[in-house]
């Protein structure tokens, strides 16, 4: 990265709604990202669509200075959609996602990656064996 930055993140559950009738996947449960040189870390919530009403994609957010324990910025919306950001000093954003570009993602050359890598596993290099448990 740019600044020498390293974060560390777990990811959201992924779940298959709808499989009998139109089927669409939602995200659910909690994601870390911590970042040592900075000492910031963010709570993301990726909130479950309840059984009758709710929205769906909604994500609350929470970004703090963890030597200060020091919220700096919440985050409320939905993540395929508008993102409200509200930061310690009160000054609001408001991002509407579906306006972002798009950004290719950077995955090295297959030879350099390792054996689990998915973009290794998804390529039509890999052979599968059965038999292997």
């Known amino acids: 990265m740019e600044y020498g930055e390293e974060y560390i993140f777990t990811l959201p559950s992924a779940y298959a709604r709808s499989i009998l ?7 659910g449960g909690k994601v870390n990202i911590t970042c040592a040189k900075t000492g910031y870390a963010a709570t993301v919530t990726f909130h479950t669509k309840p059984f009758y009403g709710g929205k769906v994609h909604r994500v609350t957010a929470e970004v703090k200075h963890m030597p200060t324990n020091t919220i700096v910025c919440k985050a409320q919306g939905e993540w395929n959609g508008t993102l409200e950001f509200t930061y310690s000093s009160g000054e609001t954003k408001v991002i509407d996602t579906t306006k972002l570009s798009i950004i290719r993602k950077k995955i090295r050359p297959l030879e350099k990656q390792g054996p689990s890598e998915s973009s290794y596993l998804c390529s039509s290099d890999v052979v599968y064996d059965a038999s292997i448990p």
């Not at 009738?21 to 995200?27: D, F």
């Open 21 to 27: 009738t139109v089927p669409w996947v939602e995200l």
